[in-house]
């Protein structure tokens, strides 16, 4: 362990304390004083003082600095007094980081956060959280230190929180945070709850009646070919204190791509933080050689080119069916095919709307797309349907669902689907 032993100075901070005492107080120091426990003094004063052993603790941890400065996450000393168990007396917590770091990997020795009581001059230690230790997925443990912050009445049940951000790099890929929340329960100090995140989610604290009540949280949707600074669309969830721990609701995801100002998302799309994600508990279907992924309710089936019945017989396209199917071949206005996603090779461009059929512009996965419902009028042999044309990186695809008329009424299990459609 690289805490510092604690206790091994008392010895001789006693005896600094009794010769002070035994001058302020005028007292004669004799051997007597040496062999007792209890030091008396002839000044009942002064006894007080020196009759209750200090445990002062060492500030500094070995080979660890207190954390901040210009390499540093954190741009604030990594330090802050604070009155955690509302006693009318400040805490001094402080947060450490390796002295000495790698110059590829940085910092490769865990996070030490710790909080101490009592006067300036003999802190008392009362609390040491050391940072997570390194995980499979990533090469470096909890090693460097973001934000560090003190609030009052942070749940609104008047007890206070130090949050602290600790950071776990992962070169590449981004890197991962946790926010920790330390507080006083029970009689001692202690971490309560962590939230994790990836360094391209943001946060906001909003609670009405204490900051930390509820956490809202947008989590970005990254698609693969996106550049990492270019907008992107976000999956919000929403984190409700409940009195002891957090608890998670899946909010919306956003129409609209953005870039890192949670505020401005809320702003613009402030319908995401009520939708309530009903496709939650719905399996995904992913494609990377078709380059999409989308949800699908439980109990649907999902065929493409590699499953029976469809084994060889559909190319790029995968049906979406409520029921199962017994035989599988094109073209789909002959099968009862529900849902269907069609990749139709490298560029097409997008239909525009003739004497026969309207396309009305709409944004689908983040991506310009047009829309088009079968009416009497509408071209070819065709099913009742509405058609979505959409492009991604010269990418051509179609996208195609049920009708129950020629006005463009469908069952809005289709909308859902159609709003946890990605492109990557
Ligand atoms: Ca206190």
Not at 248 to 265: C, H, M, P, Q, V
Not at 273 to 278: A, K, Y
């Amino acid at each position: 362990m690289l805490f510092i032993a604690q206790g091994k100075t008392n010895l001789k901070y006693i005896l600094i304390v009794v010769i002070l005492a035994a001058i302020v107080g005028g007292g004669i120091l004799t051997y007597q004083y040496w062999r007792l426990n209890n030091i008396t003094l002839q000044s009942e004063g002064i006894l007080k003082i020196v009759s209750q052993r200090p445990e002062c603790a060492s500030i500094d941890v070995p080979g660890y600095q207190v954390a901040g400065g210009k390499y540093s996450y954190l741009n604030y000393p990594g330090e802050i007094r604070f009155d955690i168990n509302n006693d009318g007396q400040e805490e001094l917590t402080k947060v450490y980081e390796e002295e000495i770091g790698d110059e590829f990997y940085g910092r490769r020795l865990p996070i030490v956060f710790k909080i101490f009581s009592g006067p300036q001059d003999c802190l008392k230690e009362e609390f040491s959280y050391r940072g997570k230790e390194r995980s499979e997925d990533y090469a470096v443990p909890e090693n460097e230190v973001g934000d560090l912050w003190a609030y009052p009445n942070f749940w609104g049940d008047g007890r206070n929180t130090v949050t602290l951000v600790g950071v776990q790099t992962a070169y590449g890929s981004g890197f991962l945070t946790n926010i920790h929340f330390f507080t006083y329960e029970n009689g001692k100090y202690q971490e309560i709850a962590t939230l994790e995140f990836h360094s391209d989610d943001m946060y906001k604290l909003s609670g009405e009646d204490g900051l930390g009540k509820e956490i809202i949280v947008a989590r970005m949707i990254w698609a693969e070919g996106e550049c990492h600074f270019c907008p992107h669309r976000y999956k919000f969830e929403i984190y409700t204190w409940d009195g002891s721990r957090y608890l998670k609701r899946e909010a919306g995801t956003t129409k609209n791509k953005y870039s890192f100002d949670i505020e401005l998302i809320i702003q613009a799309e402030p319908d995401v933080l009520n939708q309530v994600d009903e496709t939650a508990n719905w399996k995904t279907y992913t494609n990377s050689q078709l380059g999409f992924s989308i949800k699908y309710p439980p109990g649907w089936f999902v065929y493409d080119n590699e499953i029976p019945p469809c084994v060889g017989s559909i190319g790029n396209f995968v049906f979406i069916n409520k029921v199962e199917l017994t035989e599988c071949y094109l073209p789909i206005e002959l099968l009862p095919v529900d849902f269907y996603i069609f990749e139709k090779g490298t560029y097409y461009p997008l239909p525009q709307s003739n004497e026969y059929d309207t396309y009305t512009p709409i944004e689908i996965a983040g991506e310009e797309g047009v829309l088009n419902i079968r009416t009497e009028k509408s071209e070819g042999p065709r099913r009742l349907d509405t058609k979505i044309y959409v492009h991604h990186n010269n990418f051509g695809y179609e996208i195609s669902f049920p009708n129950v008329d020629f006005k463009g009424n469908h069952d809005q299990t289709y909308d859902r689907m159609l709003s946890t459609f990605l492109l990557y």
